[in-house]
Each structure stands twice: as C-alpha cells, then as structure tokens.
C-alpha cells in the first residue's frame, strides 16, 4: 500500500477503517472481510475505477443523479443480487460519489436483510463525507434521503488519484460540504495539502459518528447548513430554474444559517461575515437561486428529518453550532425574503 492516512471509525463491534491517499485501489482485495466469496459491484458508467479482485464479482450499474437514488434502483440492485445469488456474507462494493454509496449501502442494509458493503469514494464530498458513518437511503417524490437506514460499511477507502477525473463543478460540491467543517471544529483547512483536509474532515465526521451514531442531536450538527440545503434540493426536483447540486446547495444553506442565527441574537455581523468569507474563499456562490418560490422552501423545510411539526436548525451560537428548534416560521421567511434580494 502506498502512504496514506488511517482514520477509524470506532463502533466497537462495527469500527472500521477509512483509509485516505493515493495507490490504494492495488490493495482493496486485503480489505475485503473474512468469509465473503462474491462481491457485487454497484458504481456509474462514467466513472470508469474498477480495480481487480480476487474474488469473483459482478457489475451493477445505476444511473447519475439525484433521480437514480430511488427505491426503483433499490428494487434492480436487489432483483440483481438474487439472481447473481449473493448470500448475507458476501460484500456489496459501492464505487462512486454519494448517491452510489447512499444508493448501494441501501440496497446492502436491505438485500437479505443486511449484507457487508464496502465504499471506494471517488468524489471529494463523498470522501469528506458521505461515505463515512453509515446513513443509506434514497429520495422519494416528497423529499430528499426520506427512506434509508443507518448501516455502517467495513471499510471506506478515498482513492485521491480518484479526483483527477471530477469535473470542477463537482469538485466545488465537495468544498460546499467542507465549508461547514469550519463552523464544526476544523477552521483553517484550506491552508492545508487535499489529502490532509480530507483527513481532517473525515476524523472530525468519525467522532461525531462515534459520539451519536443514530443522529440524536449530536450527529445532527453535520447538517449545518442543510435544513435549507435539502429545500432547495427539493424544489430543484420540479424546478427547472433552480439547477443546483447538494453541495452548493449546502454552501448557500450555511450563509443563511448565519444570516438567522444573527436575527436570532446568536451571533454578530463579524461572524456574519466570516460564514460569507470561508464559502466564497472555496469558491462557492452564496446566494439564493433567483426566483426560488420562498413558500415552496419554508414548506420544504417543514418536512426536514430534523423537524417534528416545527421548523428546526443548527445554527451558530457563542456555544459553537447547536440545535435550535421551534424557530418562529415568519422570522424564517423574514430573513429568506430579505436573503432572497441579494440574489
Ligand atoms: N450519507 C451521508 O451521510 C451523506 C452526506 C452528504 C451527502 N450525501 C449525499 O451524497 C450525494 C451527493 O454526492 P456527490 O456529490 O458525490 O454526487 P454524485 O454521487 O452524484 O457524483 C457526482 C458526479 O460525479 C461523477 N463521478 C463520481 N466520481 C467520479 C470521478 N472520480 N471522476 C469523474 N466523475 C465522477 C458521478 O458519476 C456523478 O455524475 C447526495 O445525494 C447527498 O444527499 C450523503
């Protein structure tokens, strides 16, 4: 193996490693656990990483975007596996972005009520974070991520030469999820080598992961910025003008979470503009979509995981991030319609 870092995942009986660096993809037949004899394979046509392995293996292929993360997809993978006749100690290998590991650990918790999988991250957020710690799940017509599972994988490797190939603008997403690292314990990342930021990301998710595996209010500070990062996202699915991906939907949700916490009292216009500089210095836009229909957001929002019948934020505070719940919702659309005109 060549240098990389070692992060792990400590769940006691289901700790495992997250390896970060360059070379790894020679080394994925050591990782796989004892007793599997068949790996499925579950990546994307255009990604083209497809490392050798020992052990005999098939190739499921599912679609891009946001619409493959759907039960539809869950429902061929596992009609898949049953005919390629995998049985519950076998390995599912998810290889991809996000809504491949999202999708293929899905269909892992689900197929025979819960196989191994294993994630090579070829993107930059899902290598900072969605590969690590274990939330599955797919999208409904009613909102983002709403079915899924918590079920950890065995290992997670981010290959780095993996992000050679990724567009720029996907490149920008992973810096969207990075962005609210900062507010999360990890200031002044940017200054440091890739691989060392990803690392330091992917510590700091593991020991969110380790302190509130199923996400009680802990775990939940991961979401800064996505109460309304997941709005927009779910207005995009029927608005063609809002043409935005999850990570730059969460840089956007960042600044506004900075913009409510400063209505609220929590913090001042310096902090203010501290959320602005560290999104902006990766790049990232920090604007609303122009003519976004704000009521469709507020409505949205309502039906966040995070929410239970009123609206509900991590927002900033002299304590660091926290969970704020029962956010009066004319103060929300206050601060969206005065976010709006910046636009
Ligand atoms: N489970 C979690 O904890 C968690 C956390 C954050 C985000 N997510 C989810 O992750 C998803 C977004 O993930 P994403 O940003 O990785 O998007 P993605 O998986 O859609 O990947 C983006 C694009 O890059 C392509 N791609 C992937 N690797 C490539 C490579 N090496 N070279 C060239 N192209 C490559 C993909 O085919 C796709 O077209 C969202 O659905 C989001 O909800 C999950």
């Not at 004899?37 to 190739?59: F, H, M």
Request: glycine letters at 10%; proline letters at 3%; hydrophobic letters at 45%.
């Amino acid at each position: 193996m060549s240098t990389y870092d070692e992060i792990i995942v400590d769940l006691a009986d289901r700790r495992y490693p997250v390896y970060v660096g360059e070379g790894l993809l020679g080394s994925i037949d050591s990782m796989i656990p004892d007793g599997v004899s068949k790996i499925a394979i579950v990546t994307q046509e255009d990604i083209g990483i497809l490392p050798e392995l020992r052990l005999p293996s098939q190739i499921f292929y599912i679609g891009d975007g946001e619409q493959a993360k759907s039960l539809s997809t869950i429902g061929q993978l596992c009609s898949g596996f049953a005919k390629m006749g995998i049985n519950r100690r076998d390995l599912v290998l998810a290889i991809g972005g996000g809504v491949v590991s999202d999708t293929a650990g899905f269909a892992a918790a689900s197929f025979h009520r819960g196989m191994r999988y294993g994630i090579i991250a070829t993107t930059l957020l899902a290598q900072v974070d969605a590969a690590i710690g274990g939330k599955t799940g797919v999208n409904i017509p009613e909102g983002k991520n709403l079915v899924g599972a918590f079920w950890q994988p065995s290992f997670v490797v981010c290959e780095l030469s993996a992000l050679s190939t990724l567009p720029e603008r996907e490149r920008k997403c992973g810096f969207g999820e990075m962005a609210k690292y900062a507010f999360l314990g990890a200031e002044g990342l940017d200054r440091l080598p890739l691989r060392s930021q990803i690392s330091a990301c992917a510590k700091i998710k593991a020991s969110f992961v380790e302190e509130d595996e199923r996400e009680g209010d802990k775990r939940a500070l991961l979401n800064y910025g996505h109460t309304l990062a997941h709005a927009i996202e779910a207005v995009g699915f029927s608005d063609p003008r809002v043409n935005l991906k999850h990570g730059e939907a969460v840089a956007i949700g960042v600044i506004f979470a900075a913009l409510l916490a400063q209505k609220l009292g929590r913090i001042d216009q310096a902090r203010v503009d501290y959320h602005r500089r560290v999104v902006s210095s990766y790049g990232l836009r920090t604007e609303l979509p122009a003519g976004i229909d704000l009521e469709r957001l507020i409505a949205a929002m309502f039906k966040d995981k995070k929410s239970f019948g009123t609206l509900t934020f991590i927002l900033d505070g002299s304590s660091g991030v926290e969970v704020v719940r029962d956010v009066d919702a004319s103060l929300v659309r206050a601060v969206l319609t005065e976010f709006a005109t910046q636009a």
